[in-house]
């Protein structure tokens, strides 16, 4: 990390001055004398340089059998990747794709969807539907595993 400027302290004036000004009685100063006043001004700036990274080649997926119903607990994220599908990120790092029965244009548009909990706390292929912003269904046909393909 590179720092800019560090922090800059000016004092301007007789410190033994301002305590004579309110009354005190310090000794070698008059207490008759106007009193002079300081400045004190402090400014600071922090500058954090981030190194521009060289993008990594992006992975290829392999596409693999996958299971037929996924714990809604187990999912940490989401990514809209086609109009006829999304790709869910699973703690632990694996990864899923979601097969909707047809095309989903309004979840592309929107990048957004819900999925409505059910009582055995799963999403199952050929069973539930997620549903877009804008308010259409899409039903999830498969599960397909993500390999990375090296």
Not at 3 to 16: E, F, Q, Y
Not at 37 to 59: D, M, W
Not at 94 to 106: D, E, G, I, T, V
Request: proline share 7%.
């Amino acid at each position: 990390m590179k720092l800019g400027r560090l922090p800059r302290l000016l004092c301007v004036g007789a410190p033994l001055t301002m305590f004579a000004a309110v009354g005190a009685a310090v000794p070698g100063v008059d207490a008759r004398r106007p009193p002079v006043f300081a400045q004190l001004t402090i400014e600071q700036s922090l500058i954090v340089r981030v190194p521009r990274r060289i993008p990594a080649r992006p992975l290829k997926w392999k596409s693999k059998k996958g299971p037929k119903c996924v714990a809604m607990s187990s999912i940490a994220g989401a990514a809209v990747v086609a109009d006829d599908a999304i790709d869910l990120v699973m703690k632990g790092g694996q990864r899923l794709r979601a097969h909707f029965s047809s095309n989903c244009p309004a979840l592309d548009y929107y990048s957004g969807f819900y999925i409505l909990p059910t009582n055995d706390g799963r999403i199952c292929a050929d069973r539930d539907m997620i549903r877009t912003r804008a308010g259409g269904q899409c039903e999830i046909r498969r599960f397909r595993k993500l390999v990375a393909d090296d």
